[in-house]
T-cell receptor
Framework: SQQGEEDPQALSIQEGENATMNCSYK?????LQWYRQNSGRGLVHLILIRSNEREKHSGRLRVTLDTSKKSSSLLITASRAADTASYFCATGSGGSNYKLTFGKGTLLTVNP | NAGVTQTPKFQVLKTGQSMTLQCAQDMNHEYMSWYRQDPGMGLRLIHY???????DQGEVPNGYNVSRSTTEDFPLRLLSAAPSQTSVYFC??????????????FGPGTRLTVL
């Protein structure tokens, strides 16, 4: 069963704008990760945030985690056409550092 | 490093045929996993392994077998292919540390069609 659910399912913006994607989950987690998937390719890890962290940054990416609301957000600032991809959140729970449960993803389109 | 490699990239099977999807990693990762990705469904875990000789079931294991005889290889076997197994299959690996969870490294995927 899906643990994380991304919102929106699809997002279309202009180059230079910021993109925000949200992820909600149902059960307690140890960590939450965000991945990117370009069309027809494998997934690439973007950022990991642990349950005791509230915010992390990596380049143009900013991830927040609110464990009380069981939600996370991924912000991509100053988007580029190359950011066009599907973005997935994945949660790890219990004693599993390797068993991830993925959401259905947000398809981001950045128009030049 | 080649990272995580998968073969074949594409495969067409007839219902009832069997085949093995290959996965190898050269990063000496302890953990390896198989996922399937269907349209609108995200990724679902099929089987996983925490080391050579140790495997366990994920969310959707029926119709699939795995084995882990070496750290590097984690093949996925379809015993009797069914149209419902038409999907894109991804292999992933990750390393273990005392700090907890780590990123997973994904292969490029195998696109399987069962007629």
């Amino acid at each position: 069963s899906q643990q994380g659910e991304e919102d929106p399912q699809a997002l279309s913006i202009q180059e230079g704008e910021n993109a925000t994607m949200n992820c909600s989950y149902k059960t307690s987690i140890n960590n939450l990760q965000w991945y990117r998937q370009n069309s027809g390719r494998g997934l690439v890890h973007l950022i990991l945030i642990r349950s005791n962290e509230r915010e992390k940054h990596s380049g143009r990416l900013r991830v927040t985690l609110d464990t009380s609301k069981k939600s996370s957000s991924l912000l991509i600032t100053a988007s580029r056409a190359a950011d066009t991809a599907s973005y997935f959140c994945a949660t790890g729970s219990g004693g599993s550092n390797y068993k991830l449960t993925f959401g259905k993803g947000t398809l981001l389109t950045v128009n030049p | 490093n080649a990272g995580v490699t998968q073969t074949p990239k594409f495969q067409v099977l007839k219902t009832g045929q069997s085949m093995t999807l290959q996965c190898a990693q050269d990063m000496n990762h302890e953990y390896m996993s198989w996922y399937r990705q269907d349209p609108g469904m995200g990724l679902r875990l099929i089987h996983y392994s925490v080391g050579a000789g140790i495997t366990d079931q994920g969310e959707v294991p029926n119709g699939y077998n795995v084995s882990r005889s070496t750290t590097e290889d984690f093949p996925l076997r379809l015993l009797s292919a069914a149209p419902s197994q038409t999907s894109v299959y991804f292999c992933a690996s990750s390393y273990a540390t005392s700090g907890g969870a780590n990123e997973q490294f994904f292969g490029p995927g195998t696109r399987l069609t069962v007629l």
